[in-house]
């Protein structure tokens, strides 16, 4: 079976390898150390998720989530905020306007990251399933 791709995105290169040492067992982990080159990967690599942090060089991750889902090659791959802002005006940005599918806040446990990459996969794999059908069915 093949295993799903997430894209992690943080200029920190310990939260990137600890974010890896998590999902590894369960996923194919690519890495991006700011939001310009998320956006370059993502559209190379069409990763099944995106995890991005908030505040970064170059581009920032809000910046970079909306790239993401206005690009039409990667416009289906949904994107996770893991970020160290807390505030609500934030996570509503971020899933209100930008497009992300979830808001982790910075610390977090690794078995709730798991299960919001879990929750989101499938929320994705359900919505997909249909218009695959339906693209059968024509």
Not at 34 to 62: F, H, I, Q, T, Y
Not at 96 to 111: D, H, R
Not at 115 to 133: G, H, N
Request: glycine residues 2%.
């Amino acid at each position: 079976m093949l295993r799903n791709t997430v894209l992690v995105v943080d200029d920190e290169p310990t939260v990137r390898m600890l974010v890896r040492r998590i999902l590894g067992r369960e996923y194919d982990v690519i890495e991006a150390e700011n939001g310009a080159r998320a956006v370059e990967v993502a559209k190379a690599n069409r990763p099944n998720l995106v995890l991005m942090d908030m505040m970064m060089p170059e581009m920032d991750g809000l910046s970079a989530c909306y790239a993401i889902r206005q690009d039409s090659s990667t416009c289906h791959v949904p994107v996770i905020m893991l970020t160290a802002v807390t505030h609500e005006l934030n996570r509503r940005l971020s899933e209100n306007v930008m497009g992300a599918s979830a808001y982790i806040v910075k610390p977090f446990e690794p078995s709730e990251l798991l299960a919001s990459v879990r929750d989101v996969l499938q929320k994705a794999k359900r919505v997909a399933e249909p218009a695959v059908s339906n693209a059968k069915d024509s």
